[in-house]
Every structure is written in structure tokens, then in C-alpha cells.
């Protein structure tokens, strides 16, 4: 998978991860190198869980002085639903692209 890809929809990913359990930004940074086979940066990583933190998709759970855990909110569930739909769209609307048109892009 080209990084970018992931990058660019880290939010989505984040989310999804959280629907099976709380897990730490370094339990994050593993999972998609384990999964995706590509490494985010630590910073990615952290500046998405406070972005979803303070629009109330993930609540924080402190464990101790330097560690949290990340859980998933109902919003949260609401929004990845929502957003892992606009993506099966998008993804058929490519899929239905004409033969020629790809052909034509080199994807062919």
C-alpha cells in the first residue's frame, strides 16, 4: 500500500483500529506497521488522536504519568460508519471506470 494512502485517510484508520479495543498512540504506530507494512510517524499518529480527541470520536484514558489508552466514542462509531461508506462508494465509483479510461492512465 503506498503510504499515502494511508496518510491520508489515518483518521479513518485510527478509528477503525479503536472499534476492537483500547489501544496507546505506540500500540497504533505498531499495528499499522503490522498491518499496512508501512511506518507513521509518531506525530502523525498523535496529532490525529487530538484531533479526534477534541472532536469527541476518542476519549483518552490516562493508565499512568506518560501513558494513555485511546477508546473509541459512540460519535466515534457514527463517524467511522459514515466515512467507511463514503469510501466503499468512492471505491466503486473507481471500479466502474471505463476500461478504456484506465487504459488511457496506464492502468491497464
Known amino acids: 500500500m503506498d503510504c499515502d494512502v494511508l496518510k491520508n485517510n489515518v483518521d479513518v484508520a485510527v478509528l477503525h483500529a479503536l472499534q476492537g479495543s483500547a489501544l496507546s498512540g505506540s500500540n497504533l504506530l505498531v499495528h499499522f506497521k503490522t498491518c499496512f507494512h508501512q511506518q507513521l510517524s509518531s506525530g502523525t499518529v498523535y496529532a490525529c488522536l487530538n484531533r479526534l480527541e477534541l472532536s469527541g470520536l476518542v476519549k483518552r484514558q490516562p493508565i ?45
Not at 459512540?74 to 487504459?103: D, H, I, M, N, T
Open 64 to 108: 499512568s504519568a506518560t501513558r494513555r489508552l485511546y477508546v473509541l466514542t459512540a460519535q466515534g462509531k457514527s463517524v467511522l460508519r459514515q466515512r467507511v461508506l463514503a469510501l466503499v462508494y468512492f471505491a466503486k465509483y473507481l471500479g466502474s471506470a471505463k476500461k478504456e479510461s484506465l487504459e488511457a492512465l496506464n492502468f491497464g
